[in-house]
């Protein structure tokens, strides 16, 4: 890599993202491109050659390198994007992108380190421990989900990558202490409203369909988890002989932000020796305020704790925080030491201290994974090879600071409860569950006291707005009812965009109604 060709090649790419934001309202929040448009645009294979500039003089670098933004980014890949960092963008859940988020991120693909074990890249693993613990003292998260006790935090891409491991972990807990051909007879507890990442980690890790239980939520707990059922289920497994190991539990669900009460759940858990899972992908980052962390209130019984920082917490993706109490959980299910992976480190368990020691003129390391002196991450994890992914969330932590972040997401549930209260305004419409976060869900009501008419109309009222451009929302589904879903949270999101959202939706009302009468 040449250093002044990255210099030049970089100001340019930087210029046309900065460029890009600076217009992002523009473009169509939803993209209007049929399946297929790229194909149409592109060769069938790369060039033997470069594009048309193989002569291009050395000083007309930066020429090429604009030619080619204008030509293939603008024309051919930006009309095919969904804009998620539109200011009116509404639709499942944000995904945050900020400058210190950026810039980290582009310090990582410069460093090009790959950190799977302490030695591969010290300061990536020590770092990674590091902001996980400022991370986990920011929501108050019990001591024994940090790194200096038997626990500790680690990044994985996502939340469902999250789900899997701490369910791998917990499947070869059990299977230790009951036998490997207990398989068939383990079982998995959540809500119907847990995210369906729970059953492609049930899939993966060979829990058998039927014992997989996802319980029954409903209006009259605000589709959270009932204690009362889950017990009821977990008795009546006992008594034909199934054994239950894992409970998964939800702060925010996808669909309405349900929260289950970790508390109770976590003391049935505990009493029928489960492992106990708390997602709180979404939710979590609103946990950093001190008037929304009662909300995690009995965490304290939990196994494992996530959040996604990507989501909610100005971190570009992808980076999502999994704490765990028991490392060696994890390690012991996941962990391979073939020889060409064994290094020598020096042995202290104290990430602080300088782990290098100078002897007769050569560096002298002693052995320290073996005797588990490090955090090797590797073994926390399903894949080998890591991103530096904590540079992005430390510049994140480092250059807002806690009062910041707060108000960041104080003000988006601001607007939530605005977009709210506009719905209250207007009697054609409903607001289906109560608000907890920056997540809105409303309906639009028909006119007869039709269910299906009236699930059909929402459904077009969805297609409606989305097919404008000006803004994008999602749905989902909750007692059978066809239901919108208004989630604040991208960056740039102001009141104005709320605001021209809901003239849409209201403008899109009135023609399906009328033409309904």
């Known amino acids: 890599m040449d250093a002044e060709q990255l210099r030049e090649y970089g100001h340019k790419m930087v210029d046309f993202i900065a460029d890009y934001y600076k217009t992002i309202e523009n473009f169509p929040v939803l993209s209007q491109v049929e399946p297929g448009y790229l194909r149409n645009l592109l060769p069938d294979s790369a060039p033997n050659q470069p594009d048309s500039f193989q002569h291009v003089l050395d000083g007309e670098v930066a020429q090429l390198i ?66 996980l613990d400022w991370l986990a003292k920011m929501l108050k998260l019990p001591e024994d989900f940090l790194s200096a006790g038997q ?17 791998l972990a917990a499947r070869d807990k059990v299977l230790r202490r009951v036998g490997k051909d207990a398989l068939e007879k383990l079982v ?23 014992n997989c239980r ?63 899972h708390v997602d709180a992908a979404y939710a979590g980052s609103a946990c950093v305020c001190p008037e929304f962390r009662h909300y995690m209130d009995g965490v304290e019984e939990a196994d494992s704790f996530n ?93 807002y600071g806690l009062e910041n972040l707060q108000c960041y997401i104080r003000n988006h549930i601001k607007l939530a409860k605005h977009f709210e209260n506009l719905i209250a305004q207007d009697p054609r419409f409903e607001v289906v569950t109560p608000r907890i976060f920056s997540l809105v869900c409303f309906r639009l009501l028909p006119v007869r006291d039709n269910e299906s008419h009236g699930n059909k109309l929402n459904h077009q009222l969805l297609d409606a707005v989305n097919s ?17 879903r208004f989630a604040v949270g991208a960056p740039l999101t102001e009141e104005k965009h709320v605001n021209a959202a809901w ?7 009135t023609s399906l109604l009328a033409e309904s009468l």
């Not at 790959?114 to 591969?120: D, E, N, Q, R, Y």
């Not at 507890?189 to 899939?203: N, V």
């Open 214 to 276: 996802l319980l029954k939520a409903t209006s009259s707990t605000n589709y959270a988890l009932s204690p009362e059922f889950l017990s009821e289920t977990i008795s009546q497994d006992l008594t034909i002989g199934l054994i239950p190991f894992f409970l998964c539990a939800t702060v925010g669900t996808t669909s309405s932000t349900a929260v289950d009460p970790l508390l109770s759940l976590g003391k049935i858990a505990k009493s029928n020796g489960m492992w106990f």
């Open 307 to 399: 959040m996604n920082a990507h989501k909610w917490f100005l971190t570009n993706f992808d980076c999502s925080a999994l704490w765990v109490k028991d490392r060696s959980a994890l390690v012991q299910a996941l962990s391979t030491n073939p020889e060409y992976l064994k290094n020598k480190k020096m042995a202290d368990s104290k990430p602080a201290k300088t782990w290098f020691l100078m002897y007769s003129g050569k560096l002298a390391k002693l052995v320290a994974s073996q005797a588990n002196m490090v955090v090797d991450y590797k073994d926390w994890q399903v894949p080998l090879g890591r991103r530096f992914r904590s540079l992005k969330l430390w510049m994140v932590l480092r250059l």
């Open 151 to 167: 626990g500790g935090g680690v990044i994985q891409g996502t939340a469902s990558e999250a789900v899997l491991v701490v369910l």
């Open 66 to 131: 604009l030619e080619f933004i204008r030509l293939y980014i603008q024309a051919k890949i930006l009309p095919g994007l969904t804009h998620w960092q539109s200011p009116n963008y509404f639709a499942y859940y944000p995904s945050n992108s900020s400058v210190a988020g950026f810039v980290g991120e582009m310090l990582s693909a410069g460093l090009n380190i790959v950190g799977f074990s302490w030695i591969a890249s010290p300061a990536a693993t020590e770092l990674e421990m590091i902001v």
């Open 503 to 509: 003239k849409v939706l209201q403008d899109k009302a």
């Open 188 to 210: 998995v507890y959540a809500s119907d409203q847990t995210h369906s990442s729970l059953q492609k980690a049930c899939q993966i890790a060979g829990i058998h369909p039927e």
């Open 468 to 484: 404008t451009g000006s803004a994008f929302i999602s749905h989902t589904v909750l007692s059978g009812k066809y239901i919108l």
